[in-house]
């Protein structure tokens, strides 16, 4: 343990006495480039839908979520992470829908590359805006999840969204083994630049509320739990044996969902791994910070800086955030 020294001749308050030194001492930092927009899109032209659970937050046809995107460029921020609003009559059994290279989401990326090609795009793989479950993957007639039925119809998925333009697939259904599959699957087609985000650390959370409401499959999911293939909350250790895997099968990056009450578990994967980590403010981290500014009980743009520095602090490198935009436009403001 280092010697700090004794009062008085050791005085930590010098090195806060002032916005100048506070600044040049300060050891983490938070820019535009290193936040990532989510997007809700939905079928239709020229119209948006609120999000009733998610205060300021709505779903996009795909011409105004371009124009969102170009707003979010514009201030700095160089990534969306695009989840498509499935129509009901196109959700099934077998979600077939997934990997149709008509479908909503391919749609959205050949829009995207033509009208503003610059910004990465990152497409959510799983099955749950496809499926009549609301589950993630296929299920069986007891309602069981099952492991490599799904991992073949997310291969095609991905496929579907490489071929459309997508930037990084980003696979959030943490079924057994559908990283290796799928970067096999990008390399033999030919997609060797498609760079793979795993969620390799996702946990069952009740946090998720109301990104269920936005994509609409909250009703079809109804009360059924996804604890068995999601992780469970009480493990930590179990984090460092699901990174492990996807980054021998072929991740790129890894992400930790949710982030904020999750942040030992960011640090316990910084410890153990230079890959790029990424990290999820979710959906209802997100809401409840926006209520407690609707209540008067904090000021919503300083809390999500806070919350920011807070996952810079633990480890890591991006952040996934509804408050993208906000945060980006205060941080431009005080320069």
Request: hydrophobic share 40%; with cysteine.
């Amino acid at each position: 343990m280092l010697d700090y020294g004794d009062y008085p001749t050791s005085r930590p308050r010098r090195r806060r006495t002032c916005d100048a030194i506070r600044s040049i001492v300060s050891e983490h930092q938070l820019a535009s480039q290193d936040l990532i927009l989510p997007l809700f899109v939905q079928e239709g032209h020229n119209t948006e839908s609120t999000v009733n659970t998610l205060p300021g937050v709505c779903r996009y046809s795909i011409d105004l979520a371009v124009i969102k995107a170009k707003e979010a460029y514009d201030l700095g921020i160089k990534a969306v992470a695009l989840f498509p609003v499935v129509e009901a009559k196109y959700k099934s059994d077998d979600a077939s829908h997934a990997y149709d290279s008509d479908n909503l989401m391919c749609r959205t990326l050949r829009a995207f590359k033509e009208e503003i090609p610059e910004i990465l795009t990152i497409c959510d793989v799983a099955l749950d805006p496809y499926t009549l479950s609301g589950h993630d993957g296929l299920t069986d007639h007891s309602g069981n999840v099952l492991n490599d039925p799904t991992v073949e119809v997310l291969l095609k998925q991905s496929l579907a969204l490489a071929d459309a333009g997508c930037d990084v697939i980003a696979p959030s259904d943490m079924m057994d083994g559908r990283i290796g599959a799928i970067r096999n699957a990008l390399d033999d087609k030919g997609h060797q630049e498609v760079a793979i985000l795993s969620y390799a650390v996702k946990y069952a959370s009740s946090f998720y509320g109301p990104f269920r409401d936005a994509v609409g499959s909250a009703n079809n999911l109804k009360k059924a739990s996804k604890s068995t293939y999601q992780m469970d909350f009480h493990n930590s250790t179990e984090a460092l044996e699901e990174v492990a895997h996807d980054i021998k099968q072929g991740a790129d990056m890894v992400m930790v969902k949710p982030a904020g009450c999750y942040l030992d578990i960011i640090h316990l994967v910084r410890q153990h791994t230079s890959f790029p980590i990424f990290a999820y403010q979710v959906s209802g981290e997100y809401a409840a910070i926006k209520s407690a500014d609707s209540l008067g009980w904090g000021d919503s743009s300083k809390l999500l800086y806070e919350s920011m520095i807070a996952l810079k602090r633990a480890g890591a490198n991006a952040i996934i955030t509804y408050g993208a935009i906000e945060l980006a436009k205060k941080m431009k403001e005080s320069q």
